[in-house]
């Protein structure tokens, strides 16, 4: 290639053409830092001071791909990580069984044994989770129906169950992954080009309820109760227009949280309370969500 034709190329390769660096002589000049587009310079876009440019394109990356992808409503499934289908509840207790019998006289491996059982007794509601991202995913196929996209929080237990029944429909679902000290992985039954990351639990949250035409919260613990009480918190102050809070398993949330006192107590006004309902079965979530929105127009 002559210097003329060079020149030439060079000309007409616009600045976000990533093909054009081997257009460009390299120099001492080039080879600097400086000389990088700001686009391509991650050490550039990881200082502090871009952090408002992070959070932008953080917010901004999900949105057009949901677009473009024609996601137009969501439905939000909450639980804990924690919680794996029988199986896997049913070893994990025999594995700490057999910690503890090596060392009976150890109190934490005697906790743990306690805890296993515990999460094995919710186990059920791996599959309850499973069979409501079936129930939500399935409707698809009906035009007249309600036809959210089911969107978790990309990890395991609760959120692996939701989105695999999504993917045993046959249809898409979604995962907002984020980074955390110890990796988490988004599950395999997230549509992959509908699997996200994030650095910032903010503008996760936002996505979560951006579409959202209900929230569907299982037994969980930090995580799960700080995503519930920053929906009830939107829908106290219409933040969020009001949706169906439904939260999977009473006996647990009311051993969790006692809301009744909240009211007695004046910190919550009545009609707060009722901003959610209990729920035991997925056939009885989905079907007060259908109900909930029969003759209205879901605009987001």
Known sequence: MSESQKDSELSLCPPEHFDCDELVPSTAQTRSPSFKPAYKDSEFLLRDELRPIRVHLELLKPELLQQE????STLVVFGSSRIPNRDNAERNLEEEKRKLAANPSDVRLSKNVDSAAKILEKSHYYEMARELGYLVTAAAGNEEALQPVIITGSGGGIMEAANRGAHDAGGRSIGLNIVLPREQSPNDYVTPELSFQFQYFALRKMHFL????????FPGGYGTLDELFETLTLIQTKKVEPMPVLLFGEKYWKGIVN?????EEGMIDQRDFESFQYVESPAQAWEHIQSYYAGKTISK
């Not at 951006?210 to 919260?217: G, P, Q």
Request: net charge neutral; aromatic share 6%.
């Open 69 to 72: 992808a024609g996601i137009t």
């Open 210 to 217: 951006m579409r959202a035409i209900a929230l569907v919260v």
């Open 259 to 263: 809301f009744e006192q909240l009211v």
